[in-house]
């Protein structure tokens, strides 16, 4: 990301800010010996991609100011970590001109205390019997000393703004997405039985890395027979057996904005009978949600539609006596935003809007027969209906099974 991007989002921010209103936004810490992993909201405001950094805003009198803060080198451990963020490329990245470093933030931030009302921060969750969040911990000065002041958790505020792609956030996902499904045409391809599931989870994670991008969206599930039937799946060691059908859920992240995908195949070179009556059903269910897709419905609106098409199948399929009975073998939501977090920003009441991208994901789950499909594909939002940004992967049946035959 470039300061082009991220400064008409914080011109954006502070449209949606009163007197008296701040942000406080912490980046992530580095773990050691971990590969680094931003906070997505700072990501999204400023664009850098560095731990121990804080991102401070608000509106006073009219008029939006803010600042960044940064480590200062020491020269003693540059050997170990290399060299810490200047504030000359800080502000070179992030179009933010006012840097200055954490040793100043508490200094700082007691000045600013007396003329604030609300301050919103990255708090994000902690159960009771667990420590409380770097934000959480960082704020309670704030908490002690100035209770008069409301601290609040960001995501509301900044939800209405990660909702709605802008041109270069939709070009990511669009490559996400891309990668992700040439892997899943490279597992299609040559996926045998007798493999593990964790050979096919490398062969798309050797296709996202020689493509340049480094890491996953979200753990990925590839999950063969039974092991389909559980929705979160991660293990991803057992062995595939013959006549299995294999589920990927799998999606790859480019510049933080992830894909989210899912296909199903049989090992063999053709669907069973039995597979092939399921696949269709989930199938023509996912279809038909996609197709009411369009600003102004919600999710819960297509999630009903979902359940309605699946549960007049499941009854076809011998597997309900009434519609009332598919929460048995369908359990999740058909849909959630997609973004710099997998499940984006956004509530499932709220209408979808242009600019939206989201997932449509129907399902069976029947362990009793050792079968889950889902199919999801990844789907944007526009002005007159819809994008499926996934439309490339396969999922007929037909294509599928060409596919699987030329396995040799």
């Given at each position: ?6 400064a008409?989002?914080?011109e954006?921010l ?14 992530n ?20 991609n ?14 939006f100011?803010?600042?960044l803060?940064i ?8 050997v170990?970590e ?6 000359e ?26 003329m ?10 902690a159960?009771?019997?667990q420590?409380?969040t770097?934000?959480?911990?960082m704020?309670?000065p704030?908490r ?6 409301e601290?609040?958790?960001l ?5 209405p703004?990660?909702?709605l ?11 996400a ?29 050797y ?25 979160h ?26 894909a989210?995908?899912t ?18 059903a ?8 996609i197709a ?5 419905i ?16 499941a ?18 939501g058909v849909?959630h935003?997609l ?6 920003l956004g ?7 242009a ?23 990844d ?21 599928i ?7 040799t």
């Amino acid at each position: 990301m470039t300061a082009e991007i991220t400064a008409p989002r914080r011109e954006r921010l502070a449209e949606l800010l009163s007197d008296g209103e701040n942000l406080i936004v912490f980046a992530n810490s580095q773990g050691k010996l971990q590969k680094f992993s931003q906070d997505k909201n700072f990501l999204y405001l400023t664009g850098l991609n560095h731990p121990e950094l804080i991102y401070v805003a608000g509106k006073f009198g009219g008029r939006f100011n803010d600042m960044l803060f940064i480590e200062r080198s020491d020269p003693e451990r540059i050997v170990w970590e290399g060299e810490k963020l200047s504030p000359e490329e800080a502000t070179r990245i992030s179009g933010i001109k006012r840097v200055r470093y954490l040793d100043e933030f508490y200094t700082t931030l007691s000045a600013m205390c007396p003329m604030m009302k609300v301050i919103h921060a990255n708090l994000g969750f902690a159960a009771l019997n667990q420590p409380p969040t770097l934000a959480m911990h960082m704020l309670q000065p704030v908490r002690d000393r100035h209770p008069q002041i409301e601290i609040r958790q960001l995501n509301d505020l900044i939800a209405p703004l990660r909702k709605l792609k802008d041109a270069w956030e939709i070009q990511q996902l669009q490559k996400a997405i891309d990668v992700t499904g040439q892997g899943i045409l490279d597992i299609m391809g040559s996926a045998r039985p007798g493999m593990m599931e964790y050979q096919l989870e490398a062969t798309l994670f050797y296709r996202m890395q020689d493509s340049g991008l480094h890491t996953w969206g979200f753990a990925p599930i590839i999950a063969a027979g039974i092991n389909a039937a559980t929705l979160h799946y991660d293990k991803n060691n057992c062995q595939i057996g013959k006549n299995e059908l294999v589920l990927m859920d799998v999606g790859a992240d480019c510049n933080g904005y992830s894909a989210d995908i899912t296909r199903c195949f049989p090992i063999g070179t053709k669907f069973t009978a039995r597979q092939k009556q399921i696949y269709q059903a989930v199938l023509d269910a996912q279809k038909k949600v996609i197709a009411s897709v369009k600003p102004g419905i919600k999710l819960s609106e297509l999630n009903e539609i979902t359940k309605k098409g699946l549960a007049q199948a499941a009854i076809s399929l011998g597997l309900i006596d009434s519609e009332d009975q598919i929460g048995r073998y369908y359990m999740h939501g058909v849909s959630h935003f997609l973004g710099l977090d997998t499940h984006d920003l956004g509530g499932r009441e709220a209408a979808l809007e242009a600019g939206n991208v989201i997932t449509v994901e129907p399902g069976l789950y029947i362990p009793e027969e050792r079968i889950g499909v889902r199919i999801e594909d990844d789907v944007l939002v526009t002005k007159t209906g819809h994008k499926v940004l996934s439309a490339k992967i396969p999922k007929e049946i037909k294509d599928i099974e060409k596919i699987r035959r030329q396995v040799t």
